[in-house]
Nanobody, 127 residues
Framework: QLRLVESGGGLVQPGGSLRLSCTAS????????IGWFRQAAGKEREGISC???????KYADSVKGRFTMSRDRDKNMEYLQMSSLKPEDTAVYYC?????????????????????WGQGTQVTVSS
């Protein structure tokens, strides 16, 4: 089955850094648009970043300049490096993938365009 598994969440102080990992199985990341979403308690899911299969990145304004996506093709893994973390970054973070061809050239952060979702990993930013 197609599967995405996130890891690396935890408790971090404001201003600190954390790296999330996403491991893909059943498919290769290079054929998909990959993104990260998050959902804070009591709030809707928010798209924070994506990379199209053509290699174009997008970041939400809320994380631009602080979060960076990267990929290890040999390990079929995607990473989200988070720095300068703020309490408002506290949320469950999800790795997501889209197989839709309309996303190949330019990805977006609309959740309905992603047809594969991980189980989520909790990130808590607190002093």
């Amino acid at each position: 089955q197609l599967r995405l598994v996130e890891s690396g969440g935890g408790l971090v102080q404001p201003g600190g850094s954390l790296r999330l990992s996403c491991t893909a199985s059943g498919f290769h990341l290079r054929h998909y648009t990959i993104g990260w979403f998050r959902q804070a308690a009591g709030k809707e899911r928010e798209g924070i970043s994506c990379i199209s299969s053509s290699g174009r990145f997008k970041y939400a304004d809320s994380v631009k300049g602080r979060f960076t996506m990267s990929r290890d093709r040999d390990k079929n893994m995607e990473y989200l490096q988070m720095s300068s973390l703020k309490p408002e970054d506290t949320a469950v973070y999800y790795c997501v993938a889209s197989s839709y061809r309309k996303m190949d050239n330019e990805c977006d952060l609309w959740s309905n365009n992603y047809d594969n979702w991980g189980q989520g990993t909790q990130v808590t930013v607190s002093s």
